[in-house]
T-cell receptor, first 111, second 120 residues
């Protein structure tokens, strides 16, 4: 069974600082890894999907890396802004399309 | 495209009542699924479907039924609501990658806005 862990559970940084969010998974035979953003009381918004053959994906200020051998993915958010405050979830895709989610890291960016 | 839509947004039930949570998508996605989200836990898979007429159980299927009569709709039925089913429910859909240039990002899943359910 795939276990996905996100540490820390919460993070508070001043505006402008770079954010580093960690995700670890127990089964390296993942298909893809997907990062989501969730605002309070809202649904999940897909940020980045890293295919198993890739090592990283970038979108604007966001960069996600994937190291299957060590069971880790990292989401970097450059020059954080108060609008980046949200909960960030990572999910490992299994070959049968099912997702295994971490519990998330709640980020607060202080103005 | 409206994407993935869910109704209702909020619902309060009494123990023993039944109800159906609705989910629809207009992206012609083959794969649809239901998750529940509880505080301090990751989302957990309840049921999923790989196409019309095909459904299967996820991690936490007890107390829930699903059916998939069309590609667009994937309703989740609570048979006899219990307080342990108080949660936020999310529906998701995905287009399966067909290997062709320009096809959707491989197995990227899209989520609806959620239904917040309270069972008293």
């Amino acid at each position: 069974k795939q276990e996905v862990t996100q540490i820390p559970a919460a993070l508070s940084v001043p505006e402008g600082e770079n954010l580093v969010l960690n995700c670890s998974f127990t089964d390296s035979a993942i298909y893809n890894l997907q990062w989501f953003r969730q605002d309070p009381g809202k649904g999940l918004t897909s940020l980045l999907l890293i295919q198993s053959s890739q090592r990283e994906q970038t979108s604007g200020r966001l960069n996600a890396s994937l190291d299957k051998s060590s069971g880790r993915s990292t989401l970097y958010i450059a020059a954080s802004q108060p609008g980046d405050s949200a909960t960030y979830l990572c999910a490992a895709h299994r070959n049968d399309y099912k997702l295994s989610f971490g519990a998330g890291t709640t980020v607060t960016v202080r103005a | 495209n409206a994407g993935v839509t869910q109704t209702p947004k909020f619902q309060v039930l009494k123990t023993g009542q039944s109800m159906t949570l609705q989910c629809a998508q207009d992206m012609n996605h083959e794969y649809m699924s239901w998750y529940r989200q509880d505080p301090g836990m990751g989302l957990r898979l309840i049921h999923y479907s790989v196409g019309a007429g095909i459904t299967d159980q996820g991690e936490v299927p007890n107390g829930y039924n699903v059916s998939r009569s069309t590609t667009e709709d994937f309703p989740l039925r609570l048979l006899s609501a219990a307080p342990s089913q108080t949660s936020v429910y999310f529906c998701a859909s995905m287009a399966r990658w067909n290997g062709l240039a320009g096809s959707p990002n491989r197995n990227e899943q899209f989520f609806g806005p959620g239904t917040r359910l309270t069972v008293l």
